[in-house]
Nanobody
Framework: QVQLVESGGGLVQPGGSLRLSCAAS????????IGWFRQAPGKEREGVSC????????YYADSVKGRFTISRDNAKNTVYLQMNSLKSEDTAVYYC?????????????????????WGQGTQVTVSS
């Protein structure tokens, strides 16, 4: 059974850090592009970051560029999203998703959300 499980969310003060994990089971992440998306209440889903399988190239939304870092550990079948200098506007449910083509497709500067499998999400709350 193909499954993605996010973890690492929680409550953090502005300026703090969190590291989200996306663990895969039932398939090997090596050949998949993995994207991170987030959705805050009343807002559209936003593609935050993506890492390809072919050359490890990455994408970051302008809103997180310079603060978030995506990485993958194929030995652990896990992708991480390191989030630093967190702001209140980063508060959202964060989802990871896998894409069999292995490429992160960016359209008009935004991550195209056509991913095959999605995790259940993990809540990130940035508040003092």
């Amino acid at each position: 059974q193909v499954q993605l499980v996010e973890s690492g969310g929680g409550l953090v003060q502005p300026g703090g850090s969190l590291r989200l994990s996306c663990a895969a089971s039932g398939f090997t992440l090596d050949y998949y592009a993995i994207g991170w998306f987030r959705q805050a209440p009343g807002k559209e889903r936003e593609g935050v970051s993506c890492i390809s399988s072919s050359d490890g190239s990455t994408y970051y939304a302008d809103s997180v560029k310079g603060r978030f870092t995506i990485s993958r550990d194929n030995a652990k079948n896990t992708v991480y999203l390191q989030m630093n200098s967190l702001k209140s506007e980063d508060t959202a449910v964060y989802y990871c998703a896998s894409k069999a083509s292995g490429y992160c497709t960016v359209v008009a500067g935004r991550l195209y959300p056509h991913f095959g499998s999605w995790g259940q999400g993990t809540q990130v709350t940035v508040s003092s």
